[in-house]
């Protein structure tokens, strides 16, 4: 029998963005066929990858038994208490990126993960658009391969770009990612 999910603050739409998908699959943790599987990467001594069910990660238990951790690099402000680091870190489904994904942490808060877009998804998020402009001019790319490189984003292929929006004062962020 399919629970309803639990909820995710830091990540309001895991089985939108791939990471949690249905399956008959018992849990790791918990031992319980839930309906539902987590796809996105682990970070544990054991191999967990699609064995651990969403609530074991929403309530800890996973990150717990496992001294398991699902984000590896993020953006880490000073204002960032280790509550909120942790919260991400251990009790939220992180997602897959073509290099080690990142969390952006933001006012203080960690910033909740949206989804892959491209060039076209950014037209509706200039804030996000500006920061992964900015990010390619900081790489020392001429103005026009920066512009190239921003119209070539591409939500299902690469390079890509991951949208975040800080959940104090709605700003959107992002950054690209290529192999």
Known sequence: MTELLPEFRYHPDPIATGVIVPSGTACLCCGRERGYVYKGPVYAADELGGRLCPWCIAD????????AHFTAGTRLGDDVSLEVFAAVD??????????????????????????????????????????????SNDWGWPSDQVEYFLGSLDKDGEPTAYLFRCRVCAAQLAYADFA
Do not use: I, K, N
């Open 90 to 135: 251990r009790h939220t489904p992180a997602f897959t990126a073509w290099q080690e994904p990142q969390w952006f942490f933001h006012c203080g808060d960690g910033a909740a993960f949206l989804g892959l877009v491209g060039a076209a998804e950014l037209t509706a998020h200039p804030d996000a658009l500006e920061m992964l402009r900015q990010e």
């Open 60 to 67: 800890g238990s996973a990150a717990e038994r496992f001294d």
